[in-house]
């Protein structure tokens, strides 16, 4: 010990107080490990233990997100009972409508299947209770919109959503809502942030050991009869479906909505069903990556449906693929190609308008909402039908709150269909709205396709084609690096085209709050907007490029637009690298 350095002898001395206030045995025997390393010589050990001290995991507006492990960087039964002890004080100081006091809030609190979800839930429950409060947890691992349904549904003044969404398996989450069902947003963030900064100890937080509700089924079977609504009951109900929830807990709710809005039920990818937190048959558990619907698409090719949707694995995102005939391959003769996000939001939007025009029309303030990083093809689409558009920051915690909202999507597969019952991404309503679009489209003409539809929009508001791709970081303040060179020095031209506008978001745009991140706009019309991911370490790069039609001719236009977005790129991940 005498040969330690004065900082390793603090960062022993830190880790074994923290382990001392720990209530949790495994993360305890984890940390005293460590020290001991550390105390004996091993460098990695040292390396690894300053990593876990290297400052309190932040809690933001997307609450706690982190590796499971023991130490104040990682996600722990100590950090959840100090983020609950953190929310509850801020319910009792202001949380209620206008600021004014909740002394006895009610929080109603979810939880997927990932490893620590369920304690972490109940060690919520404890806090809350033990502040004089009431909590009602769900019964069983549901998806994120089932929760953020069942704070309205309970009249709870705040929710807690315990989950990682589509990060790795290692890793786990703590999303937190407000009584209305918006996620948080500045300047709640920092507040409930000060007030877990003020949590003395875990020891010093008291926790009941019971007194908790475990809320009835009744919950989960109000969300799937209220989803089912948004499909019109008199509306085609012919359609095939295979489905993969990538072993997350959005499986049986899914079907159960399918099943109450009279489709029949999904063809399930049976490896993929069960909720598993190991997520053993993907390499990443989002369906945004490559391959992770993989096993999907291959019963695809077996079984032919009509479309094929997938869920991560807090099932609040919705992807899908179709038949396309360009892709097809001798293993795959009908061909698949999953669409972007993009492209689903702007088949959601133009579906949604139309079927409110048939039934007599959209309210007067109904507003489409688009995140800032999502395709202009949506506004434009809205405009042509004299709907109202907006773009609001990244994220579901500013699209959710968009005065008259009818309609919001983020490019990240995140869809808001249903914004009266749930003011959140829900891949679950999105799922049955997919679904009852390829229904009418089978119904009106079994050759028509949502590619056809998607060829129709292009031919009247132009080719809007889109890419993002992404720089991961091992050490975060990369990330600082990457932004700060490309403030220093911002591109004069990319892809041949002068960057004719360049917005720091850093200082606000139009009537955007200031977020970390870089608008240009290029001379032909073409947008690149760089910023930081807010829940990986990651720097996250989006492209869009839009290439009017000269007549009819859309091969010429796609051509076009995929030249130029292969341009951008190249000139952007080289100025990244």
């Known amino acids: 010990m005498d040969t330690l350095t004065p900082d390793l002898l603090d960062l022993v001395a830190r880790a074994r107080a923290w382990a001392d206030d720990d209530p949790d045995e495994t993360t305890r025997r984890e940390l005293a490990e460590l020290a001991a390393a550390v105390e004996a010589g091993d460098e990695a050990a040292a390396t690894e233990l300053a990593d876990r001290f290297r400052g309190p995991l932040e809690f933001g507006t997307a609450g706690l997100r982190g590796r499971i492990g023991a130490g104040e960087t990682r996600m722990n039964r100590a950090v959840v009972i100090r983020a609950a002890a953190g929310l509850t004080a801020w319910l009792q ?97 920092a507040e409930i942030a000060s007030h877990i900064a003020a949590v003395e100890s875990v020891a010093s937080v008291p926790r009941a050991e019971e007194g908790w509700i475990t809320a009835a089924d009744d919950v989960r079977e109000a969300y799937v009869e209220t989803a089912a609504q948004v499909v019109d009951p008199a509306g085609p109900k012919q ?47 989002n369906p945004e990556e490559e391959g992770a619907i993989d096993e999907a698409l291959a019963l695809a090719a077996r079984v032919q449906p009509d479309v094929v949707l997938a869920n991560d694995p807090d099932a609040d995102r919705c992807a899908v693929a179709v038949p396309d005939p360009t892709a097809v391959t001798p293993d795959d003769p009908a061909g698949w190609r999953m669409l972007r996000g993009d492209e689903v939001g702007a088949l959601l939007g133009h579906h949604l308008i139309r079927r409110a025009q048939e039934a007599g029309g959209l309210p007067q303030d109904a507003v489409m909402a688009t995140s800032i990083v999502s395709s202009r093809l949506l506004g434009r689409i809205a405009a ?3 709907v ?58 079994r050759t028509r396709t949502v590619l056809d539809v998607l060829d129709d929009l292009y031919l009247e508001h132009g080719v809007h084609a889109t890419d993002s791709f992404s720089i991961r970081v091992d050490d975060l303040e990369r990330i600082g690096q990457i932004m700060g060179a490309l403030r220093a020095e911002p591109p004069s ?15 606000g745009w139009g009537e955007l709050p200031p977020t970390d991140g870089l608008r240009w706009l290029l001379a032909d019309d073409t947008r690149v907007i760089v910023r930081p991911s807010g829940t990986e370490p990651k720097v996250k790069v989006y492209l869009e490029v839009v290439v009017p039609v000269q007549g009819t001719d859309l091969i010429a236009a796609k051509g076009e637009a995929s030249s130029r977005l292969a341009a951008v790129r190249a000139d952007m991940e080289r100025l990244t690298a």
């Open 239 to 285: 359609v095939s479906v295979v489905h993969t929830a990538l072993h997350g807990v959005g499986g049986d709710v899914l079907v159960e909505a399918f099943e109450a809005a009279g489709f029949p039920t999904p063809k399930a990818v049976v490896s993929q069903a069960a909720p598993d937190p190991d997520f053993p048959t993907v390499a990443f558990p």
């Open 384 to 386: 042509a039908a004299g």
């Open 93 to 189: 100081e202001r949380g209620g409508e206008g600021g004014t006091p909740v002394p006895s809030p009610t929080v109603v609190v979810g939880y997927d299947a990932r490893h620590g979800s369920h304690q972490f839930a109940l060690d919520t429950a404890a806090v809350v209770v033990g502040a004089g409060g009431q909590a009602i947890v769900l019964p069983e691992p549901l998806p994120t919109p089932v929760l953020a349904y069942a704070i309205r549904h309970t009249g709870a003044d705040a929710g807690v959503m315990v989950t990682a969404s589509h990060n790795p398996p290692q890793d786990n989450g703590y999303k937190v809502y407000l009584g209305d069902g918006s996620q948080i947003v500045p300047p709640v963030d």
């Open 388 to 445: 109202g558009h907006l773009e609001t920051l990244t994220g579901f915690k500013w699209i959710g709150r968009v005065p008259g909202l009818f309609f919001g999507y983020e490019e990240a597969l995140g869809y808001c269909v249903d914004p009266r019952s749930v003011k959140d991404k829900d891949g679950i309503t999105a799922a049955l709205a997919v679904a009852d679009a390829v229904a009418r489209l089978r119904q009106g003409s």
């Open 493 to 507: 031209s990319l892809g041949g085209q002068e960057v004719t506008e360049s917005v720091d978001l850093a200082e």
